[in-house]
């Protein structure tokens, strides 16, 4: 049987990369899935025409987002047992170039964002029975990187919400993990591979001794989506090829 069968899933930056590799996991074991980005483009490329997905162009960052995000999987789908918040956006620079209105930016989208729109959809995940937060941090959630003080703060800072909110949400039957990738294969990390040198640090660092590729990390949302999952809070999930562990 589909492991998402019935299911009721929002993803936001759902357009590309990690994002779209979740989307299409979920619909594929069963689930019903709102698919949110900033890129209607993207969006159509990836879902359209395809009924076992809605689509919302919205920015996460907008005053507005969370009550458009959770009242559109309400009006298509009644609930919402998955939230996946998956939207983020990097900037890299050496520490001492970078501004207040980049750290704003970053901010807003990959901390900010994820309190309020899961915030809004607690009462709908409440409802569910067994409701799942999956949000994506980052390797950099643990560690830091050149140039990127900003990215790695906000990070850092998913983990410390996905720990509170697992501890708050926890008698209702609220799982809130995050996943931890590694160096994946996607548009965010496109123009870094550009720099053979930064490609051929981060295939070494992991010993599987390659990059990643987003549904390697769709696969490790879809667990932590499941029944199989039910016990499994609080969580920084790695998926990195084992990057973090080695010195
Ligand atoms: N690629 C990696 O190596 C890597 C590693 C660790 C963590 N992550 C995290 O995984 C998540 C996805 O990254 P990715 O590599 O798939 O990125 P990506 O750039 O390939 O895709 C991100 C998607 O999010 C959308 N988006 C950006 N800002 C948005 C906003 N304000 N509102 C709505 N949609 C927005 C973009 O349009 C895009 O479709 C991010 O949170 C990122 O920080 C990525």
């Given amino acids: 049987m589909a492991k998402l069968s019935g299911k009721r899933a929002v993803v936001t930056g759902a357009g590309n990369g990690i ?3 979740i989307a299409r996991v979920f619909a594929d ?6 698919t949110v980005d900033v890129s209607a483009a993207d969006l159509d490329a990836a879902f359209g025409g395809d009924e076992r997905f809605a689509t919302l162009v919205e920015d996460v960052a907008a005053d507005d987002a969370p009550s458009s995000i959770v009242g559109a999987a309400i009006d298509q789908f009644g609930g919402i ?41 607690v ?11 999956i949000n994506l941090g980052s390797i950099m959630s643990d560690l830091a990187g050149p140039a990127l003080a900003i990215y790695g703060t906000s990070k850092h800072a998913v983990a410390g919400l996905s720990k509170g909110m697992a501890v708050d949400l926890g008698s209702y039957g609220i799982t809130v993990n995050y996943l931890q990738p590694g160096s994946i294969v996607t548009k965010m990390s496109e123009p870094f591979m550009d720099d053979p040198e ?4 981060w295939e070494a660092k992991a010993p599987i001794g390659r990059l990643g590729q987003p549904d ?26 084992g990057a973090i562990v080695q010195f």
């Fill in 29 to 34: 074991e069963g689930a019903r899935v709102l």
């Fill in 216 to 241: 390697e990390v769709a696969a490790a949302a879809l667990f932590l989506a499941s029944a199989e999952a039910q016990f499994v809070s609080g969580v920084g999930f790695n998926v990195d090829g």
């Fill in 81 to 121: 047992d998955i939230l996946v918040n998956n939207a983020g956006i990097v900037v890299a620079g050496p520490f001492d170039t970078l501004t207040d209105e980049q750290f704003d930016s970053i901010m807003g989208v990959n901390v900010r964002a994820i309190f309020r729109i899961s915030r809004e959809a």
């Fill in 123 to 133: 009462p709908h995940l409440k409802a569910s029975g067994a409701g799942r937060i």
């Fill in 19 to 21: 994002g779209l590799a």
């Fill in 198 to 201: 930064f490609k051929a640090y």
